[in-house]
């Protein structure tokens, strides 16, 4: 069975329908199109993430991680914005010679993180290619009426807020690759590589930012990159100490030892933490809803009039954090 080839339909059936927990809207994916019921009193929230195996995930990585992944960084879109979660839609482009176990593995791990983050697949397609593995998820949110949260709200004066840790995920994708064996501890490693392959969508952070943040953001590419997206949205600029940021120990040992610099965990991407702003007035609300996450909330700067965003280093010296932070497309790659 095994290396025999896969129907689509079969697929659709056998390892897709489950995953629609019977929601009405799912139709038993078998129509057209899914019918989710209007809500009054909400927004509907939409958003979309494409991962293309080698340039996401590593092309060998185990296949339930690649689909719980793919759910999370789409959840980490709608947290930002203050959204719950409703429903997915899933296209997905297997390579022609995709193997049954590695479908199966592929719908459990979807499976898994759908039961966990309280959220059903509702529709999709499923095609085959030459190239490699490439699936976009559809991830439909929903907030209430014109309480969603945006990039566009930072404020001169507001204090600048993370979630979480930074640079993990960038050293993650070292870790994964090998590139860290020898040169940090085991442990480190695998804590690194686990948090490239499996980000920590902030979904209850998300909606509890309503009401106390002003600009919200998820950070995928890059601390400063995703900064500089929100201050170009708010018209404002940002400072932002770099001695402040939240790293993990394992980060922070990986930068003792001289394996990366700080500069470069800033502008490493695949965080998806929250970087947002709040009134100076917020810090205690702020630091109370840290308490009741179980979730650290870091104070790293603050949004200043201007453009731009400048990071001053530990020593107090303006820091040349490297611009860049992850781009698709740029010369020569
Ligand atoms: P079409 O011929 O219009 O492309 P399909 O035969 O591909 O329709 O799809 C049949 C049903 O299966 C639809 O309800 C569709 O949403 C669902 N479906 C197909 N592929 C997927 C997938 N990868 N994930 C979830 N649902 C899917
Ligand atoms: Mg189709």
Known sequence: MADAPVDEFALIADLFVPLTGGHPAARGLCDDAAFLAALPGTDTVLTVDAMVAGVHFLPDDPPDLIARKLVRVNLSDLAAKGAEPVALLLAAAFPRDVTAAWLRAFA?????????????????DTVATPGPLTLSLTAIGRVAAGQGLARSGASVGDDLWVSGTIGDGALGLRAAQGDLDGRLAPDDIAFLADRYRLPRPRVTLGPRLIGLAGASMDVSDGLIQDLGHLCRASGVGARIEAGRVPLSEAAGRAVDSGLVTLASLLSGGDDYEVLFTAPPGAVTDVQALAAALGLPLTRIGAIVAGTGVVTIGPDGEPLDAAQGGWRHFRAGS
Do not use: H, K, M, P
Request: glycine letters at 30%.
């Open 108 to 124: 459990a791990g979807l499976g898994e993180d759908l039961t966990s983050f309280g959220t059903v697949l509702i529709g999709g």
